[in-house]
T-cell receptor, first 113, second 112 residues
């Protein structure tokens, strides 16, 4: 099945640093979503984006729906230890099969206090 | 509170045995999904169901089976035909018209 290209695969940062990760595809999406998964738990929705160019914030998190509709990024500002986890992007293809989401492979974030 | 419940959290089985993972939701969501997660592999779709009494194969359906007899329930059976069943299994649901999924907290299956 189709997957999104999510990068980086992992990040090791110091507390207080800003973080940026992104997802790209060769296909056009009509929805981009960002999820966070804590160790041993299910993913939780952080931000949903529905229009090209849309920029949305949720606390220290900011995400954007790319103008070309083929990419999205997530920024985390001033990271803290509880930001640790795996971040997944997910997208719904324009005209996709029954609206199923396609997931990236995740970015594993580690934060050093 | 509404939510989606997976049970058990941890499951151990001997090789060659079938095992069924439970997924129940009280969100009145129409669609339900099963994913498998392995380290570094992301989420891979096993089966999904858009309505009761109907389900479709995902990308890695071989060795798995499901049923959808009730809207609230979507159990997954890992059969002995699944060659490498040890993994973290996630169930999700979505209401009609919604774009995002709600996930359960997962079941970690270990086959020894």
């Amino acid at each position: 099945g189709q997957q999104l290209n999510q990068s980086p695969q992992s990040m090791f940062i110091q507390e207080g640093e800003d973080v940026s990760m992104n997802c790209t595809s060769s296909s056009i999406f009509n929805t981009w979503l960002w999820y966070k998964q804590d160790p041993g738990e299910g993913p939780v929705l952080l931000i949903a984006l529905y229009k090209a160019g849309e920029l949305t914030s949720n606390g220290r998190l900011t995400a954007q729906f790319g103008i070309t509709r083929k990419d999205s990024f997530l920024n985390i500002s001033a990271s803290i230890p509880s930001d640790v986890g795996i971040y997944f992007c997910a997208g719904q293809l324009s005209g996709g099969s029954q609206g199923n989401l396609i997931f990236g492979k995740g970015t594993k974030l580690s934060v050093k206090p | 509170d509404g939510g989606i419940t997976q049970s058990p959290k941890y499951l151990f089985r001997k090789e060659g045995q079938n095992v069924t993972l439970s997924c129940e939701q009280n969100l009145n969501h129409d669609a339900m999904y099963w994913y498998r997660q392995d380290p570094g592999q992301g989420l891979r779709l096993i089966y999904y169901s858009q309505i009761v009494n109907d389900f479709q194969k995902g990308d890695i359906a071989e060795g798995y089976s499901v049923s959808r007899e009730k809207k609230e329930s979507f159990p997954l059976t890992v059969t002995s035909a699944q060659k490498n069943p040890t993994a973290f299994y996630l169930c999700a649901s979505r209401s009609a018209g919604a774009r995002g999924y709600t996930f359960g907290s997962g079941t970690r299956l270990t086959v020894v």
